[in-house]
């Protein structure tokens, strides 16, 4: 995924998955939770309640999940 190859990675476990892809990608990491009878999207970032409240978060991340889920949410099933 690193060298651009591949569009999905799939992880058995939360952090297998994205403490390695947070190292290529924080800014575009989005988590996608299938299985859900809607579409699931979230920041790859978490919570951050670290800077919650001071002003220094990111907003990429967030409005990546945004258009991802508008994206999906409009696919044809």
Same mark, same amino acid.
């Given at each position: 995924?690193?060298? $651009?190859?591949?569009?999905?990675?799939?992880?058995?476990? %939360?952090?297998?998955?994205?403490?390695?892809?947070?190292?290529? &990608? *924080? /800014?575009?990491?989005?988590?996608?939770t299938? $299985?859900?009878?809607?579409?699931?999207?979230s920041?790859? %970032?978490?919570?951050?309640y670290?800077?919650?409240?001071?002003? &220094? *978060? /990111?907003?990429?991340?967030?409005?990546?999940?945004?258009?991802?889920?508008?994206?999906?949410?409009?696919?044809?099933?």
């Amino acid at each position: 995924m690193a060298r $651009g190859r591949y569009d999905l990675a799939l992880a058995a476990y %939360h952090d297998q998955g994205m403490i390695p892809l947070k190292l290529y &990608a *924080a /800014d575009k990491l989005v988590n996608i939770t299938l $299985g859900l009878p809607f579409v699931r999207t979230s920041p790859g %970032h978490g919570t951050a309640y670290d800077i919650a409240g001071k002003g &220094a *978060a /990111d907003a990429r991340p967030m409005k990546e999940a945004i258009r991802l889920a508008a994206e999906y949410s409009c696919a044809p099933r």
